[in-house]
């Protein structure tokens, strides 16, 4: 059974840092990993995908890694922005499940 | 394009009580999921439909919960009796297929409070 796995649960850095969020999984034979940014009382926005076969995946300030071996995804933030603020959510799919498994999310506050 | 349209967006109820919500998936989208998110924690997929067709209800607690997609488009969420352990948001998604190649798109969600 996957498991996902995102710590910290918060984090807080001033306005302009780079940063790193992290996702782990138990079950490498994962399908792909998906990045979403939820706001408050808002849905989830899907920010990037990355395919089994993919290593990273980029859009903008963002760029997401995969490394199967290890369990481990990260999404890196360049020149965060107080926009950036809201809760960062990692989910895979793994190729027997076929459906999506979620972290329980990073709350991200980024400070003017 | 139009994205996966819900409603209402905001539900109070007492426990006991039933309720249901509503979804509309984006046009051409076959596979449709209901998903429960408690606050603090991911979302967690109670019911996938394809096209009318349940593929996974595994987490779906079926003594109070049922879900329905008449005509393979829109679908229903409902709980009945509600219990405060219900109160959380509920997220309808969208993809075009099952398979996990398919990338899923997420509504606003229903906040559901049960008092």
């Known amino acids: 059974k996957q498991e996902v796995t995102q710590i910290p649960a918060a984090l807080s850095v001033p306005e302009g840092e780079n940063l790193v969020l992290n996702c782990s999984f138990t079950d490498s034979a994962i399908y792909n990993l998906q990045w979403f940014r939820q706001d408050p009382g808002k849905g989830l926005t899907s920010l990037l995908l990355?395919?089994?076969?993919?290593r990273e995946q980029t859009s903008g300030r963002l760029n997401a890694s995969l490394d199967k071996s290890s369990g481990r995804s990260t999404l890196y933030i360049a020149a965060s922005q107080p926009g950036d603020s809201a809760t960062y959510l990692c989910?895979?799919?793994?190729?027997?499940?076929?459906?999506?498994?979620f972290g329980q999310g990073t709350r991200l506050t980024i400070n003017p | 394009e139009a994205g996966v349209a819900q409603s209402p967006r905001y539900k109070i109820i007492e426990k006991r009580q039933s309720v249901a919500f509503w979804c509309n998936p984006i046009?051409?989208?076959?596979?449709l999921y209901w998903y429960q998110q408690i606050l603090g924690q991911g979302p967690k997929l109670l019911i996938q439909?394809?096209?009318?067709?349940?593929?996974?209800d595994s987490q779906l607690p079926k003594d109070r919960f049922s879900a329905e997609r008449l005509k393979g488009v829109d679908s229903t969420l409902k709980i009945q009796p509600a219990k405060l352990e219900d109160s959380a948001v509920y997220l309808c998604a969208s993809s075009l297929g099952s398979s996990g190649y398919y990338e899923q798109y997420f509504g606003p969600g229903t906040r559901l409070t049960v008092t």
């Open positions: 439909f394809q096209n009318n067709g349940v593929v996974d």
């Open positions: 990355i395919q089994s076969s993919q």
């Open positions: 989910a895979g799919v793994t190729q027997g499940a076929q459906k999506l498994v």
């Open positions: 046009s051409g989208h076959a596979t």
